[in-house]
């Protein structure tokens, strides 16, 4: 008797989980955007009041400053808070020195910027001997529909600094002007 009554719960379980099955498939079949006469596609787009979510720059064996368009400023060096960019933090990681033989580790400075305000931002990397540096500058929408990044290659000079400028707009980041050498 207690084989009968396993049995009714198995069968019983198994039309369930079939017809949640057929069910979501059925759902995403009908939900599917559907293509009008002449489109070749589906565009998705994002929401109406989608803004820019972050946008964070990381290079590899430099100091980062970025300077907002209302003049404060985030450094991965020592800054004033009251002049600091709002919604951002810096950060450096220095893997290798944790070993006992290590003598020197390239750094790895990164800048990140919550909900930034649209407008030019200007970004100085400093480096203490003459070595080439690929930068990487990444942002998205808080949607996350548009997402995007793009390297900048600087050629830092000893002891000096190169800035180039970057503009942000509510949804989207670009380069503004090519890289150049400012004096210290």
Excluded: H
């Excluded at 008797?1 to 009714?8: A, F, T």
């Amino acid at each position: 008797m207690p084989d009968n009554r396993s049995q009714g719960i198995l069968q019983f379980i198994g039309l369930v989980a079939i017809s949640i099955g057929l069910g979501y498939a059925a759902w995403t079949v009908l939900s599917r955007p559907k293509l009008r006469p002449g489109q070749l596609r589906v565009e998705r787009v994002s929401p109406a009041n989608d803004s820019l979510g972050f946008v964070s720059m990381t290079a590899e064996g430099v100091d980062l400053d970025v300077v907002a368009p209302d003049g404060s400023r985030t450094s991965t060096r020592a800054v004033d808070a009251g002049s600091r960019i709002a919604g951002s933090e810096s950060s450096v990681d220095c893997p290798g020195f944790s070993n006992p033989d290590a003598k020197e580790s390239d750094c790895t400075a990164s800048v990140s910027i919550t909900a930034p305000s649209p407008g030019d931002y200007t970004v100085i990397a400093r480096s203490a001997a003459v070595r080439f540096v690929t930068l990487n500058v990444g942002w998205a929408t808080v949607s996350q529909a548009k997402r995007g990044a793009f390297d900048v290659r600087l050629q830092m000079a000893g002891s000096g600094a190169t800035s180039f400028s970057i503009i942000v707009s509510r949804n989207a980041v670009s380069l503004r002007s090519e890289p150049r050498t400012v004096s210290p």
